[in-house]
């Protein structure tokens, strides 16, 4: 028997007044928006618990779920892969994800990633609000992004923390290195995003249609050909920080899919790391932020570029 999906989707204060098949489609970006709306006519589509029509306005507070059928049988494994654990109790673990490694598993892609990992170390000790897919994963970052990620441990848990993200009230700092010399100390790009019109597997700044997506960004140290800054998340959408930064013409460094193809060191992908994570712990109320050290390629890659 297969198993379907569940994906769980927290409306914010820009969402308010869409239509549910444009809300489930920008947040789930694998379907278009035929295939949500096949979805929705099945059922499949629950707001706060209720089934709903394609034509249902997102009021403030809305929480969507979305069921996917899957097409072939879901059975993720737990995998004995160590774990960089910076803090674990009975609500979260914080985790500091090395480079090169998946979230979550996907078509094609189900085993290696933190969620075998995880699964591992906390057995049924996991959130279950987001499908077998992805359990106690509350936000993600790429696959070539390292740094601090955070997992939910129960339900409850993951309500808070996926609240406090729609409320873009969580800290969330990343270090980069950048093309070209930025001029301005800091700054802030705040442009929509959404899927690419000519290429959909990228994200691009469009004209209408996208989500809100804010980046602030601060130089730290001027490089020569290249620029190490630091840049805080105020939204989370997907390559947000790759799509703003080569938007306004800073590309990351070692990032040849919104960047240069060809790449002057030999890179595993974007120079890109989440150094800080910061969030109301859900049972305590205290507001807990955990700091994972530059990896030891961006530290010497930084060395190599003071030097040219």
Excluded: W
């Excluded at 070692?254 to 800080?276: E, I, M, T, W």
Aim: glycine share 8%.
């Amino acid at each position: 028997m297969q198993e379907n999906d569940m994906i769980t989707f927290a409306a914010e204060a820009d969402d308010v007044g869409k239509r549910i098949d444009v809300f489930a489609a920008e947040n789930y970006e694998e379907l278009s928006r035929s295939g949500i709306k096949k979805i929705i006519d099945a059922g499949g589509v629950l707001v706060n618990g209720k089934a709903v029509k394609a034509n249902y306005k997102i009021r403030s507070g809305d929480v969507a779920t979305l069921t996917v059928p899957q097409t072939e049988p879901l059975e993720i494994l737990p995998q004995d892969i160590p774990l960089d654990i910076l803090y674990e109790d009975d609500d979260v673990i914080v985790i500091n994800k090395p480079q090169g490694m998946v979230v979550h598993p996907a078509p094609g892609h189900y085993t290696d990633t933190l969620v075998n990992a995880l699964l591992y170390h906390c057995g049924d000790s996991l959130s279950g609000i987001n499908g077998v897919l992805r359990p106690g994963i509350v936000h993600r970052i790429d696959m070539d992004t390292s740094g601090v990620i955070m997992a939910a441990k129960n339900n409850n848990a993951h309500r808070s923390l996926a609240k406090q993200l729609a409320e873009h009230t969580i800290t969330r700092k990343y270090n980069a290195i950048v093309y070209n010399n930025i001029k301005e100390d800091e700054g802030t790009v705040d442009k929509p995003l959404g899927r690419n019109p000519q290429d959909r597997k990228k994200m691009a700044v469009v004209p209408s249609g996208g989500r809100r997506a804010v980046t602030h960004y601060r130089v730290i140290d001027r490089l020569g050909k290249f620029t190490y800054i630091e840049a805080q998340l105020e939204t989370g959408r997907t390559h947000q920080i790759r799509v703003h930064m080569t938007y306004i013409g800073h590309p990351l460094l070692g990032d040849s899919v919104y960047g240069p193809k060809k790449q002057p060191f030999n890179l595993k992908g974007q120079v890109l790391h989440a150094r800080v994570l910061g969030f109301i712990h859900p049972s305590t109320g205290e507001y807990m932020e955990f700091e994972s050290p530059l990896p030891d390629y961006f530290v010497k890659l930084l060395d190599r570029c003071r030097q040219i």
